[in-house]
């Protein structure tokens, strides 16, 4: 009989015998892993939901010029009381010097997709009586749209900016009472002013965002800033938005700028994600202990009842080796058996919650999409698992003396 031939058919044929034992502790194991796959699809859906939300309108990090601070000045000699009065700085827009050298470092840093230069300030949007303060953000379109995809995010008009034209948010055409193609004055505190003519109307998800924001192109916001030629901030993008953190405690040591993640910006949000990911951590953990424990469960209730087969066995010449083997194929064959049927029934849970749960704007929660390598980390994590909790199991079943079980 080849390897394992013997070991295999035995532990299939105990498992058969106890057909409602080896039902219900599959049936078990399949639940647990159906339970994991669903609350992992439904809390990922959720995370990406939020951080969609939270990123879909800014860049994932943004570089800024150093903060600029007055230093007291020193009066009398080196040992004598400083001044007690400090007059605050003048509150006047601080732009980057030699930003194009610093994107082209910044966008050579590993894990950096693209680099967009922006110019950006207040202003005042008028169009006749009304009259609102706007944020103006000034920027090369083509690249910014790698950066922050506003793609996704324009209820009508045409995507486009050539010179004299604006994007802006739905709450601000409503609070000027424009409509796509009219025109509007912005003004700045710098004595700049200029006509947009409306190009496309956003819904940048946040009353407040689609208020204030007024999408130019950047020579344009420099004219009206008084910066001609200069930016106020590079924004980034990277490739995996969990990282922007790391990334950014690099570039801070290469260029020593002023620079935020969206982590840093949106602090409480990635604190509550971070909770979410523990919470899931600890219910995987305990799903999986109670799994364990019901498959060795069975297992001891099996060695007890086959002690005459077992007995037997030995009697006519297996192994402790082999009857340890039989066991511990029982506890593989069981955990790979729920592990497959709890990764299609959690597909299948999957399928008909993403029919139900909705967003906001009446879409799927989660995507149907599945990462097939994951089922089998499921299935491979599912054996191993099947495997230890035979142990204690297949150990009684090998220390077993032949002559008391037979009488036993």
């Known amino acids: 009989m080849n390897a394992l031939g013997f070991e295999l058919t035995v532990a299939l044929r105990f498992l058969r015998e106890g057909r409602m034992q080896t039902a219900l502790i599959i049936g078990g194991a399949a639940i647990g892993v159906a339970v994991i796959f669903f609350i992992t699809a439904v809390l990922t859906g959720v995370q990406g939901d939020l951080i969609r939300r939270v990123t879909g309108a800014q860049a994932h990090i943004v570089i800024k010029p150093p903060e600029e601070i007055v230093a007291p000045l020193v009066a009398g ?3 004598g009381s400083r001044l007690s009065s400090i007059q605050a700085r003048p509150q006047r827009l601080t732009t980057i010097d030699g930003w194009p050298a610093l994107a082209r470092a910044t966008e050579a840093t590993e894990g950096v997709i693209t680099v967009a230069p922006v110019a950006t300030g207040s202003g005042l949007g008028i169009k006749g009586e009304a009259s609102r303060s706007v944020v103006i953000v000034g920027t090369e379109l083509e690249r910014y749209l790698r950066v922050v995809k506003l793609d996704d995010k324009v209820k009508s008009g045409v995507l486009v900016i050539e010179p004299g034209d604006a994007l802006i948010g739905i709450e601000l055409a409503k609070d000027l009472g424009a409509v796509l193609g009219d025109r509007f004055r912005v003004q700045t505190a710098q004595g700049g002013s200029e006509v947009f003519r409306i190009r496309a109307l956003l819904d940048l998800g946040s009353r407040e965002l689609n208020r204030r924001y007024v999408y130019t192109d950047l020579r344009a916001a420099q004219s009206l800033l008084g910066i001609p030629g200069r930016i106020t901030n590079l924004d980034v993008a990277v490739r995996d938005i969990m990282q922007a953190e ?116 009446g879409q799927a929660l989660f995507s149907l999409s599945f990462d097939f390598r994951l089922i089998g980390f499921v299935v491979a994590g599912a054996a191993v698992l099947g495997l230890m909790a035979a142990v204690l199991p297949a150990r009684n079943a090998a220390r077993l003396d032949p002559a008391q079980a037979i009488r036993g």
């Open 77 to 79: 000699d080196a040992d």
């Open 246 to 361: 790391i990334i950014s405690a690099k570039l801070r040591a290469q260029s020593g700028q002023l620079i935020e993640s969206w982590i840093q910006t949106n602090n409480q949000i990635f604190a509550a994600i971070k909770n979410q990911d523990i919470m899931t951590l600890l219910i995987r953990f305990f799903i999986t202990v109670v799994v364990s424990l019901g498959i060795a469960s069975v297992l001891v209730v099996s060695v007890v009842q086959k002690r005459k087969e077992i007995g037997i066995l030995r009697a006519i010449g297996a192994t402790r080796r082999q009857m340890l083997s039989v066991f511990l194929l029982q506890g593989v064959i069981v955990g790979v058996g729920g592990a497959l049927l709890g990764s299609v029934l959690g597909m299948m849970l999957v399928s008909l919650f993403s029919r139900i749960l909705r967003n906001a704007e």
